[in-house]
């Protein structure tokens, strides 16, 4: 598989390095240029290269959206058409860790926000409930039972990729709902938000139980 990554910092590089120790082919994308990456890329072996955004998201079969929030709408922008692109949104509405970094951003759903900056893409919500050192070191060669990863989004096919995509870096996908229910849950003012470990899937679903019996 060919997965696009726009935003080549600690996500965007761990998430790469996950996807081509499984045998995907990774294409990474900031805004410094292909140039900048050359590094990157040669650390990450022949699996991985670099290009500009636009060159990122053109042929590849899912891409990762691995941006600074501040950053995320000026990233996207010079993609002139995302209908159909299958887009995992790994943001998250903050500029820093802990509670002073937190975007106000009222009563909407951040991925909802994103969905916005790219029309017509079929937008999953993945990879940002747990911090990156904790993600790398549950997924990949080293996963063990501790392998969830909450996913939501509108698009069932798409889920269902992504979801592939997951269990080829040995995670398992639980799904959280639609977009607007699934991406506040796993969203910074959600329950879900937060957790500061990798979890069995079979506690994974069962916070999320709890988490929906509190919103109905």
Known sequence: MRIGIIGSGKMGQALAGLFVEAGH????????????????TALLGEHAGAADVPGAVAGSDLVILATPWGRTAEAVSSVGDWSGVVVVD???????????????????????????????????KAFNTTPIPFLVKGLGSAAGEDNAV??????????????A????????????????????LQGMSGPLAGTLEMITPADARERLAKALEQVR
Request: aromatic share 2%; hydrophobic share 40%; net charge negative.
């Open 165 to 184: 995509v997951i269990a080829s870096v040995g995670g398992e996908a639980v799904d959280t709902g639609d977009l607007h229910t699934g991406g506040w």
């Open 25 to 40: 082919d990774v294409v990474l994308a900031n805004s410094r240029g292909p140039e900048s990456l050359a590094e990157v």
């Open 90 to 124: 790994t943001t998250n509405n903050r500029s820093r860790p802990g509670p002073d970094g937190l975007i106000d951003i009222g009563d909407r759903v951040s991925s909802e926000v994103v969905a916005e900056l790219v029309p017509g893409a079929r937008l999953v």
């Open 150 to 163: 909450y996913i939501a989004g509108d698009d069932a096919a798409a889920k269902d990729l992504v979801g």
